[in-house]
């Protein structure tokens, strides 16, 4: 999958480096908050168009779909876990994620000890059940966030879930010298179907990853599985989400013949990709009951200055919070 090594970078937080002179593009290796000319958008927009004027007949979109999951094993089963980066970026852009994010320990103790009465929940006991900050990642490949989160952050009050629907993946995880089960639980479990329940009660997490993952679910699936996971967070808590943005260097680069529909194609190793604007995403939290507290892009020059190309990247970050009532 070429798209790991897209998603993986070493930099510090969004806009620290503008590019004010086009002549100096091959000074540096990348630059931030890139502003697109209205040509480069509609030449963006005809290249797309162009792109998926033949989506893939239905049977082969059926395909895709009924055997998602084995292609993301096949994927792991070829990569394992090669493409394990440095993810620094995760605490400088999710500070919720570094123990000194958690804004509230008192409240956040607070809250669950009112889950448990309020729901009468005070003897149930599930992975996790006796912590005091729950993290939930889903579609978590190989750990490439889960492990640095665990490494990072000491909080005793920490637990963190990952699940993934390929079988592969979370076996790795679970097999990892990494990975430790007093304070993570890995499990399978597939995003998009609603007949699949999570292991945790409803209002248990303080915060849900997305990572490059809602991209990968067929777009009609996407609302309910946004839904679902909203169930799960404890007033206050928050989801967090990276991913794929409309017109990304990886969307203008596929050939006809790969798209299923409207900004959703097939690699070619059977792996999906959606390209979300900022308005759907924020649409589906909205429904989900979510309020904004981030929904930004992030437009990124990618400079390869050896063979003098330049990359232009875009991607979305959202925050979205579950109201307190
Ligand atoms: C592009 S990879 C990102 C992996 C990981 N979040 C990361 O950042 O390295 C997408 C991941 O989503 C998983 N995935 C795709 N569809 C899924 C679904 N319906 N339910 C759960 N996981 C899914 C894939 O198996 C894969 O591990």
């Known amino acids: 999958m070429a798209s790991s090594p897209d998603m993986d970078e070493k930099r510090p937080q969004f806009g620290n480096r503008f590019?004010?002179?086009p002549s100096q593009v091959f000074q540096h290796n990348a630059w931030d908050n890139v502003q697109w000319s209205e040509e480069q958008e509609a030449a963006a927009k005809m290249k797309v168009l162009e792109n998926s004027s033949q989506p893939l007949p239905p049977e082969k979109q059926e395909e895709y779909e009924s055997k998602a999951s084995n292609f993301w094993d096949d994927f792991y089963t070829i990569h394992e876990n090669r493409f394990f980066k440095d993810r620094q970026w995760l605490f400088t852009e999710f500070p919720e994620l570094s123990p000194s994010g958690r804004s509230h320990p008192d409240s956040a103790e607070n809250q669950?000890?009112?889950?448990r009465q309020e729901t009468g929940n005070v003897d149930k006991v599930y992975p996790g059940s006796s912590a005091s900050y729950r993290l939930l990642e889903v579609g978590c490949g190989v750990g490439n966030t889960v492990f640095p989160i665990l490494q990072t952050n000491n909080d005793p009050g920490?637990?963190?879930?990952?699940?993934?629907?390929?079988?592969?993946?979370?076996e790795l995880v679970k097999?990892?010298?990494q990975y430790d089960s007093s304070r993570c639980f890995a499990f399978v479990h597939d995003l998009s179907d609603?007949?699949?329940?999570?292991?945790?009660?409803?209002?248990?997490?303080d915060v849900i990853i997305l990572i490059f993952v809602l991209s990968a679910i067929l777009p009609n699936k996407m609302q309910d599985a946004i839904s679902r996971?909203?169930?799960?967070?404890?007033?206050?808590?928050?989801i967090l989400l990276r991913d794929y943005g409309r017109y990304d260097m990886a969307q203008l680069r596929f050939k006809k013949g790969r798209c299923l529909s409207e900004n959703f194609y097939v690699r070619g190793d059977g792996t999906r990709v959606y390209f979300f604007t900022q308005d759907e995403l924020g649409d589906m939290f909205t429904k989900a009951g979510l309020e904004k507290?981030?929904?930004?892009?992030?437009?990124?020059?990618?400079?390869?200055?050896?063979k003098q190309l330049t990359m232009y990247r875009v991607w979305i970050q959202c925050k979205y919070r579950k109201p307190c009532n």
């Open 229 to 238: 996971l909203s169930k799960l967070l404890k007033p206050g808590g928050c």
């Open 112 to 115: 669950r000890m009112d889950f």
């Open 293 to 306: 507290v981030q929904n930004i892009v992030d437009r990124r020059l990618q400079v390869n200055r050896g």
């Open 194 to 205: 609603e007949k699949s329940s999570y292991p945790i009660p409803e209002e248990s997490l």
């Open 158 to 170: 920490l637990f963190l879930y990952c699940c993934d629907f390929s079988s592969t993946a979370v």
């Open 19 to 21: 590019l004010k002179d």
């Open 175 to 177: 097999t990892s010298p």
